[in-house]
């Protein structure tokens, strides 16, 4: 076998790896990002993006990092669309449900999850779509940080080398973007932690005169 082609197969079977590994997590971050609609095929084409520019990796970050760089970048390109950015000032800002809850505890969502009722399973899905619409309402460069610390659970370090801006940037566009969230989110819901450390909203109701 020649030279080129042990290359090309290692490359090859290098990808299909990463694939793997990271397609599952870079799809949950995108449609954090930008939504169900728009996840799917960005996230194809990310890993388009990954499978040319893979030959060029020189592991001089870490790979995660470089993988989160890519879609980063590519969800910024969609958001700044005209078209998505009508798209999504046409969306409902906040949702209608008369409760529900998210999993405070990250990675362990799925694994709570099988524990509920189909009845909780339901509720527990649509209150994350639902404080996903508040949070895609948050200016891009807020969102993203937001999503990439207190969803994703990165270190503002890493933040800083995914979006190739300075630590300080990082913290003062995540206290804006977490003031900003938790100001849309009171503004519509009470808020309150049950015994599963699941928060749980209650929306407002409008004053009665």
């Not at 995660?64 to 669309?81: L, P």
């Not at 099988?114 to 309402?137: P, W, Y």
């Amino acid at each position: 076998m020649a030279i080129d082609e042990k290359k090309e197969l290692a490359n090859s079977e290098e990808f299909t790896a990463i694939y793997a590994s990271f397609q599952p997590k870079i799809y949950r971050y995108l449609m954090r990002l930008v939504g169900n609609q728009e996840a799917e095929d960005l996230t194809q084409e990310v890993f388009v993006k990954v499978s040319k520019a893979l030959p060029a990796f020189r592991n001089e970050s870490q790979l995660s990092t470089w993988m989160y760089r890519i879609a980063t970048n590519t969800a910024i390109d969609r958001m700044r669309n005209p078209s998505f950015q009508q798209e999504t000032a046409q969306e409902p800002e906040v949702c209608s449900l008369r409760a529900g809850g998210i999993t405070a505890g990250g990675e362990n969502a799925s694994l709570l999850q099988k524990t509920f009722s189909l009845e909780d399973q339901v509720i527990h899905e649509e209150m994350n779509a639902c404080i996903r619409g508040v949070i895609q309402h948050l200016p891009e460069n807020y969102r993203t940080v937001v999503i990439l610390s207190e969803l994703e659970g990165l270190k503002n370090k890493e933040i800083a080398e995914i979006l190739e801006v300075s630590l300080d940037v990082v913290k003062a566009r995540l206290h804006r973007g977490k003031t900003r969230l938790k100001k849309e989110l009171l503004q519509h819901c009470n808020f309150s932690w049950d015994e599963r450390n699941e928060l749980i909203c209650d929306p407002k109701h409008p004053s009665k005169k």
